[in-house]
């Protein structure tokens, strides 16, 4: 995160909430699927620089998420 604009600091801050809820979820569950894209959703705010392209990561992430728990049943 190399510039501090408003978007990019409230987008990075909601998703790194979500990925903390998600991992909180996959601990407290013991969900592996959870609990590694709850990792990866808090950890990848660092690495993108434009709010969209955050969102769009944090989206196919917890799309990934959701079909392994509802479509794979792990």
């Known amino acids: 995160m190399n510039d501090l604009e408003p978007g990019m600091l409230i987008a990075s801050i909601m998703v790194?909430?979500?990925g903390f809820a998600c991992f909180?979820?996959?601990k407290k569950q013991k969900r592996p699927p959870a609990?590694?894209?709850g990792v990866v959703t808090m950890v990848v705010p660092?690495?993108?620089s434009t709010a969209t392209m955050l969102l769009?990561?944090?989206g196919a992430l917890?799309?990934?998420l959701?079909?392994?728990t509802r479509k794979l049943g792990l």
């Open 56 to 58: 769009l990561t944090c």
């Open 66 to 68: 959701w079909f392994s």
């Open 46 to 48: 660092y690495f993108l």
């Open 62 to 64: 917890l799309a990934a």
């Open 35 to 37: 609990l590694v894209i």
């Open 16 to 18: 790194s909430l979500i």
């Open 24 to 26: 909180s979820y996959g």
